[in-house]
């Protein structure tokens, strides 16, 4: 990714390397390529995390076969 100043002159390179869906590396380098800084950032996805959704977005799915459809939605929580 190119970042850019308020006058749109190029001020740095930032590198993305995703180690995986939950580890990432970033890496600054200026125009002469020079490296600036290193960092690293992990998500954490906790598994008590509450999620909610609107029963009118499945609202088809639930009409059709609402036991599948809840234990989908069950499974979007694990």
């Known amino acids: 990714m190119q ?3 308020l006058n749109g002159n ?3 390179t930032v ?3 995703f180690n ?3 580890d990432v590396t970033l890496e600054g380098f200026d125009n ?3 490296h600036l800084w290193k ?3 992990i998500k954490h996805n906790p598994k008590n995390k509450n999620i909610g959704i609107q029963l009118v977005s499945v609202h088809d799915d639930m009409l059709k076969n609402p ?3 809840l234990i989908q939605l ?3 929580g694990v």
Do not use: H, I
Request: aromatic letters at 12%.
């Open 3 to 5: 970042d850019k100043d």
């Open 10 to 12: 190029n001020t740095m």
């Open 15 to 17: 590198n993305f390397n």
């Open 20 to 22: 995986n869906y939950t």
């Open 32 to 34: 002469n390529e020079k």
């Open 39 to 41: 960092t690293r950032y």
């Open 67 to 69: 036991e599948k459809t």
């Open 74 to 76: 069950g499974r979007m």
